[in-house]
């Protein structure tokens, strides 16, 4: 088994911390669940509000780009995870679309700034494994910050706005649907309801036990709203037009 410590150690900048995942003998997994600090107790999400309006999400078939059921051309599974999927048969999860207007729409609404974002549209019975996140999506979307400096507390680069992660919800909850974080599960959310959780320590799994596919807009980058939703324990009321 590989020295997870030394090999943290190791990591200088941002696509040190990219390249650590990369390698098929590391095991994504245990790594990051070894280094969480989450423990029974701790905060597992907040819901911060919700993003109203008459909208409706559809994903257009030009947009998708990942499918669950192909690991191989996806270039967003990491080397360090196909070990975990093929032990225990897990695929991708879910059906990867690239933001349409809705989404930016929705992500500029959060004051969103120097972020990512895509739609998973998880199908019926697909299941997201248990994982801690690594942002490294972040990384990969943003080539030109690869060199910066890591910051091993933060997992991001140092001296830069602290990067969150929020979930919207696309469409109102339905019975199957399942969302965990930590020891706790998110449901019953309506249209437009905005999550955001600690993406640096917190476990999380979804799965799909429904009958019809799970629409969610994942964003991921630095926002000013968000930091002041959170230590202000304000709740977000916001319509698009």
Same mark, same amino acid.
């Given at each position: 088994?590989?020295?997870?410590?030394?090999?943290?150690?190791?990591?200088?900048?941002?696509?040190?911390?990219?390249?650590?995942?990369?390698?098929?003998?590391?095991?994504?997994?245990?790594?990051?669940?070894?280094?969480?600090?989450?423990?029974?107790?701790?905060?597992?999400?907040?819901?911060?509000?919700?993003?109203?309006?008459?909208?409706? /999400?559809?994903?257009?078939?030009?947009?998708?780009?990942?499918?669950?059921?192909?690991?191989?051309?996806?270039?967003?599974?990491?080397?360090?995870?196909?070990?975990? *999927?093929?032990?225990?048969?897990?695929? /991708?999860?879910?059906?990867?679309?690239?933001?349409?207007?809705?989404?930016?729409?929705?992500?500029?609404?959060?004051?969103?700034?120097? /972020?990512?974002?895509?739609?998973?549209?998880?199908?019926?019975?697909?299941?997201?494994?248990?994982?801690?996140?690594?942002?490294?999506?972040?990384?990969?979307?943003?080539?030109? /910050?690869?060199?910066?400096? *890591?910051?091993?507390?933060?997992?991001?680069?140092?001296?830069?706005?602290?990067?969150?992660?929020? *979930?919207?919800?696309?469409?109102?909850?339905?019975?199957?649907?399942?969302?965990?974080?930590?020891?706790?599960?998110?449901?019953?959310?309506?249209?437009?309801?905005?999550?955001? *959780?600690?993406?640096?320590?917190?476990?999380?799994?979804?799965?799909?036990?429904?009958?019809?596919?799970?629409?969610?807009?994942?964003?991921?980058?630095?926002?000013?709203?968000?930091?002041?939703?959170?230590?202000?324990?304000?709740?977000?009321?916001?319509?698009?037009?």
């Amino acid at each position: 088994m590989k020295n997870y410590q030394e090999l943290y150690e190791r990591v200088d900048t941002l696509q040190d911390w990219v390249d650590l995942f990369q390698d098929e003998d590391f095991e994504y997994n245990d790594f990051l669940l070894s280094i969480s600090e989450y423990k029974l107790g701790d905060e597992c999400y907040r819901v911060l509000g919700n993003i109203s309006g008459d909208w409706e /999400y559809s994903p257009q078939k030009d947009d998708l780009v990942a499918s669950f059921d192909d690991i191989e051309n996806n270039k967003y599974v990491l080397k360090s995870e196909k070990s975990t *999927f093929k032990k225990y048969n897990y695929n /991708y999860g879910y059906n990867k679309y690239s933001p349409d207007e809705l989404s930016t729409k929705i992500a500029k609404a959060l004051n969103f700034d120097n /972020y990512v974002c895509n739609v998973n549209y998880q199908p019926t019975g697909c299941v997201v494994n248990l994982h801690v996140d690594s942002l490294t999506c972040w990384t990969l979307d943003y080539p030109d /910050y690869s060199h910066l400096k *890591f910051d091993k507390k933060l997992r991001q680069p140092a001296n830069y706005p602290t990067l969150h992660r929020v *979930f919207v919800a696309l469409s109102d909850w339905q019975p199957g649907w399942m969302w965990q974080f930590g020891d706790e599960y998110w449901s019953g959310w309506k249209k437009g309801d905005v999550v955001w *959780f600690d993406w640096r320590h917190v476990p999380h799994a979804t799965a799909n036990a429904g009958y019809a596919p799970r629409p969610v807009l994942k964003i991921s980058g630095q926002s000013t709203l968000i930091d002041s939703l959170l230590s202000e324990n304000k709740l977000l009321n916001t319509k698009l037009d």
